[in-house]
Every structure is written in structure tokens, then in C-alpha cells.
RNA sequence: CGGGGUGUCGUAUACCGGUAGUACGCCUGCUUUGGGAGCAGGUAGACGGAGUUCAAUUCUCCGCACCCCGACCA
């Protein structure tokens, strides 16, 4: 992409409402804009990023069989009353509205009653199942207090799959699927080393629920880490029982801050049979479904990696996630022929299938190269009067600083 | 929801009970061109309402918005 053509801009300073460092970068760099407090646009940059990251999750959720659909954001007041959940006194993130006609509905803060209601349409024998579903949607919560910009907002993209299972068994083999499966996104963009396994507050089926950790300044949850176990105990379930079951001492832990980046847990039948969600087994016999569930803060984790990453010059994407992998700069001013050189070389990275943005705008280096460092693209290609004397091209990796020369060719054959 | 705070050109800020200033941005011209250029000219602003006052952007109250702490957080 030419820059010439992106509509955004950079900003010098950061917004005087914005005290997060993600909100900040993403911002200043021209990723989203902050439409109200807790609610943000994904510019042409950001949503690159926002369909970058779903790319990883949703490789990972068709490797362990998941299907992927799309549910509604308008919800039935009916439907959520069947499960109680519908009173604002039982769910207190609720926006809720009325259609022409005087029904209630409710806009999406989750999933989990919809698309086990969608599911008693299609599961009804043993041989139906295991079913796994995800989505990727805008998730509405009437959050009172939203904060810490793109991470905790009333309008958020999520992944969330369910998994629909004929008993225990199953459940658990899915379950520890998933937990492998989030693993590898985790590992995918970049956070592999900075996210744990958690343990945290269960429900009625299991003692636990697991929550995806990541270890970070920024972060709203307080966890307890087991560095050579790869695991970690939310504050809110760190007793002694729990240590002995898990097998590590508190001695052995060290408290941290974290965002909560994923999280699955497991429903049992609870929410089968309150929808009505049953399945014959081989002797006829009727039995609830078992119910899990795996969410991803979709845009929540664009935000962790910004603040996992991010130097005092600007944004530092992980290459898996980059809105682009290389920000070519041309340094060309009046000078005709590096314009063009510039521009072939352009021409020729993109025809090789690399993912490019020219940054063939008509100002001067200082400028490019702060925009750059701000924007975080994981490596510069610099060309000026020197390229064309010698022959060599400066590559220049935006998370070490360090800098390469190599030609043309050795480029285009990266 | 409890507590605290802040609203000034597009952005970041300054000052002030009496003509609202600066920087960046943006527009025009000239110069400049490897780390946010220089000169000259130009554009653009007091969240809304009520009150106090000769006079309110400034003080008071109400509303709204935003930020922070806490509570909350499948």
C-alpha cells in the first residue's frame, strides 16, 4: 500500500484523554480512532491488525474441528429469561432496547444462550455430536466503568466458541484440545513466553476455570506465577487447597500483574437443560448436552501486544501480526531517479507477494523515519542517493534497531 | 455505582473577572531534503444551560462529556 493513499495520519502527541499506553500508540499512529469512552474505530491499519490476529485464532479453531458461524448482535428477551439472565440485577452489563412494534431486546454482551438455542434445531442424537462452534463478534457491554483503552471497552471483538458434547469424558478431551489450541495462538503472535496457564475461580461442573494470562504492567488482574511449571493461580482461588492440588508451593510463586487474554471453562449440563438442548444416546435414552466454553479478546490482545512491545519511539508489531511486514521508505526529495528506484522496488516486493507499505509521501526523512518507528512495522527497507551508488538497500529491524545492507536481489529473496 | 479530577482552534497547551496567546497541523509562496526543517503570510478555539457581575472563557449551580481510584468484570 502507497502511504500517499492512506487516509490516516500520525499524531505528534498523544490525546490528553488517553492515559494507556495502547490507547496512546494506536492513536498517535493512526490505528483507531476513540469514538467515546470505551467504544473504538479500527482504521485501515488497526483492522489489518484486528484480521491478522483472527487469522491465528481461527487456524487454531479449525485445526481442533471448530465450525465457524456468525450469531446476532439483537438478542431475545426470552430466550436470556429461560437461563435468568436477562434481570439487570443478574447481568448488569445489559444494553437493552425496544423494537417498533413493543418487544424487548437485548444487544449481545455474550453468546453462550443463543447459539445453544440454535443448537437444539440441529443436535439431537449421540451421533450429532461432538459440535464446535466459534464466532468472531462485537460484543456490547453496558461496562460501568470503561478503562485502559482498547483493553477493557464496551464494544469489543471476541472470539467465542462453544463446544457441545455428549458427556465428561469428551468434554475433557476437547477441553485440553482448546487449551492447546490457545497455547499456540498465544505462541503465534509473540506472547508465548509472557502467558500462562491460570488457574481461577470455577463454577458448578469444575473446580477450575482456566484463564489465558499474560504478564504485564497494564495489566487488572494480580496472579500468582510457577515460572518452571508454565503455570499460574489467580489471586482470587490462591488457598492452600488449591496448592496442594496443583502441587506447587507458595514460596515457589510470584505475584504479577496480567491481562486476562483468554479464558474457558466448562458449563456441564446446567445450560442444556435449561434451553432444552438434549441428545438420544445409542439405547434412546435422552440426556443434557455438555456445554464448554473459550473465549479471545480479540481486540483486547491487539492491545496487550501493544503494551508487551511498544518502546519509547512507538509500536513494535510481532511479525505475525504486523499491519504489513516491511515499511519501505523512499528518501527520494527532489531526486528524480530514487523516486523511481523506489518505486520499482516497490513494485517488484509487492508482485513477489510481500506485504508492503510505501511510504512515497512527499516529506522529509526525519518525519518518515519518526512515523515509522511510531507505526512499528516489523522491518524498514530505506532507499536514498547511497542505494543507487552502491547497490545496497537498508534493512532495518524495528525491534533491535539493527541494521543490514543487502541488494536487491538478496531482498526480493527473503 | 461511591470517591476524586478535567473540559480553551484539528492536536497539545498558556494566561486571565476587562481585545484569548504559543507550538504542531492545515492553506499560499520561497528555500531546504538521511531523524519530526527555515522564513514570510494565512486559517481556526473557550462543552451546553442558568446565575452572580457594569463586564464571565475565568466565579457559583445544574447538565453533559472525558480521565483516574475503588467496586464490578464468563
Known sequence: MRQSSLFTKTRREAPKDELAKNAQLLIRAGYVHKEMAGVYAYLPLG?????????????????????????TS????????????????????????VLKNGSE????????EPITELMTEYLASYRDLPAYVYQFQTKLRNELRAKSGIMRGREFVMK???????????????????????????????LGELTYLTFASGGAFTQFSHEFQTVSEAGEDTIYVHKKKRLAVNKEVLTPEVLEKLDVKREELVEEKAIEVGNIFSFGSIKSEQLGLKYKDEEGTEKPVI??????????????????FADEKGIVWPEAVAPFAYHLVSLAGNNGDVAAYAESLYEEL?????????????????????????????????????????????????????TTHLTRSELLAR
Open 350 to 402: 509487492t508482485d513477489a507477494g510481500k506485504s508492503v507499505l510505501y511510504d512515497d509521501r512527499d516529506v522529509r526523512a526525519g518525519e518518515k523515519f519518526a512515523d515509522s518507528d511510531l507505526m512499528g512495522l516489523p522491518w524498514r527497507i530505506v532507499v536514498g542517493k547511497d542505494t543507487l551508488s552502491s547497490g545496497q538497500l537498508e534493512l532495518v529491524h524495528r525491534k533491535t534497531g539493527e
Open 291 to 308: 456445554l464448554g466454553s473459550y473465549g479471545i479478546g480479540i481486540t483486547r490482545l491487539m492491545g496487550t501486544i501493544v503494551e508487551s
Open 47 to 71: 483492522l489489518k491488525v484486528v484480521e491478522r490476529i483472527k487469522a491465528i485464532v481461527r487456524e487454531e479453531m479449525e485445526a481442533i474441528g471448530g465450525n465457524e458461524l456468525l450469531m
Open 160 to 190: 467465542d466458541m462453544y463446544s457441545y458434547t455428549t458427556d465428561e469424558e469428551a468434554h475433557l478431551k476437547f477441553y485440553n484440545a482448546a487449551i492447546q489450541a490457545y497455547h499456540n495462538v498465544f505462541m503465534h503472535v509473540g
Open 74 to 97: 439483537l438478542q431475545s428477551k426470552e430466550l436470556w429469561e429461560k437461563t435468568d439472565r436477562w434481570d439487570d440485577k443478574n447481568v448488569d452489563v445489559w444494553f437493552k432496547s
Open 105 to 112: 431486546v437485548g444487544f449481545g454482551w455474550s453468546h453462550e
